[in-house]
């Protein structure tokens, strides 16, 4: 990652605090773990203690609302965020759902955001993500992402950190809260291997 990335995400952090938008989004590492064929749509499936995300064809927008979006051009060349990942609606608890909503009206967040991202040239590398907590991760536990290359699925398990000492585990997720006058950039998904 590039080396003032660390810097670049509390700035950008500044502003979702600014906002007041913390409990509502928080910044992804856009990355990629395969090709996504013309007509399919990834989307995740929450459970009672993991979640799925896999490319499904034929996905009615009734199912499902987005919760991670990239900034890119558009054919005209106006700044727009795409959806990148989508979550069944049936498996996410009202409270994300709401974030979506909010996200999506927050005009002047997405506007400040959106600059700052593109000023910094960090807009390949963060993304916005809705903040939705399914499954609770205790202190001593961490929430890992793993690869089935076979089947093209992500797989979202709580693990204990005591178990991955040995493990080499990249941030793609932080949530932001403020301890005093400092604020800090929570990870809270990690991958496994890139
Ligand atoms: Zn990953």
């Known amino acids: 990652m590039n080396k003032n990335a660390d810097r670049y995400l509390i700035e950008l952090g500044e502003i979702v605090y600014r906002h007041d938008m913390q409990n509502v989004v928080g910044i992804t590492m856009a990355h990629r773990h395969f090709k996504i064929k013309e007509g399919e ?59 979506e909503l909010i996200l999506r009206d927050s005009y002047d967040f997405l506007n400040e955001f959106s600059n700052t991202l593109v000023e910094l040239g960090m807009e390949d590398v963060f993304g916005l993500c809705i903040v939705h907590r399914e499954f609770n991760v205790l202190q001593n536990e961490i929430l890992v992402e793993t690869l089935e290359e076979k089947s093209r699925t992500l797989f979202f398990n709580v693990k204990s950190k005591s178990e991955l000492t040995d493990t080499t585990l990249i941030p793609t997720f932080w949530c932001f809260d403020k301890k005093g006058n400092m604020l800090e950039a929570e990870a809270w998904k990690h991958c496994i291997g890139h």
Do not use: A
Request: aromatic share 10%.
């Open 41 to 99: 749509q990834l989307v995740e499936e929450i459970k009672q203690y993991s979640s799925e995300i896999k490319p499904l064809t034929n996905v009615s927008d009734d199912g499902v609302i987005p919760f991670t979006w990239k900034l890119s051009r558009g054919k005209n060349g106006d700044l727009l965020w795409f959806p990148l990942e989508f979550v069944q609606v049936d498996t996410v608890s009202e409270d994300s759902i709401n974030n």
